[in-house]
């Protein structure tokens, strides 16, 4: 069965090539990039580095008060906590201003940070008056945020990148993810299975096959690291995680040569 193939790129001359093309509007670091006309847009809802320098009390915050940011352990960028009105309300403007213009949306980094995250005043207090554990509350308030982008999108696809974890309960539990409350809101999920080679390929069936249980019939694609990856070693992920996924996308492969050559393996493949 044919294999939609796409690329998430910095390089405009990359993206008339591949079916679809992901182009970063927004990222973790705070940085902001014009829409290129003809890719989806991705924003980075509640990661950003330059918001957290200006406001490091909007920062996630674990159950012993560790924060959710680089200098601490387990973190590559900050974390902003969407339970926070301000924060809120950023994200949906990043979301707002990215829809202006294209035709599709990708969001990512819609996510608590992990384990016990966020635990903040506010989130607490939201809990608290809901009468709900933090764990729903997390749920509700992430669920929110994607209904309210889905209805500023309207029929327009809408993608949302999922943490690569499909061990029952993880998303829900640690995440804020609640997966049945989602799928009718997004159109695929995006699951980035990162490598910096591919060298083995079973960790990429576990999780595929995992998100594929997961999912049923719900669409997702899988997110390869492309950049300096081997292309015999891409291709064999790309079969290994296509076989699962409904899609496949080649993340930041600086050359177009090899991407292209790396895509007609792969849809020689799946036919
Ligand atoms: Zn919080």
Redesign the pocket.
Known sequence: MPKPLGVVTRYKTHVPHFDVAFWETKDVGGARRAWLAGTIPMVSCFGDNRVAAAHPEWV??GPDGERGARPTRYFDWDTL?P??PEVMALALAWAEEALEVAGALRLDDVTFARRGY?A?V??QQGAASAGVPLVVWRQRVLTQFVAAVRARAGTRPLYVTLYPDPYPGHLENERGLDLEQLAPLVDAFVVPLYDLGYSTTYWLEVIASGFRDRLGSQPWWAELYALKVPPANLVKAARVAGTYADGLLLAYGSQLSELQAVETAVKDYFG
Request: hydrophobic letters at 20%.
């Open positions: 996630q915050v906590c339970s926070r966020c903040c506010l989130c």
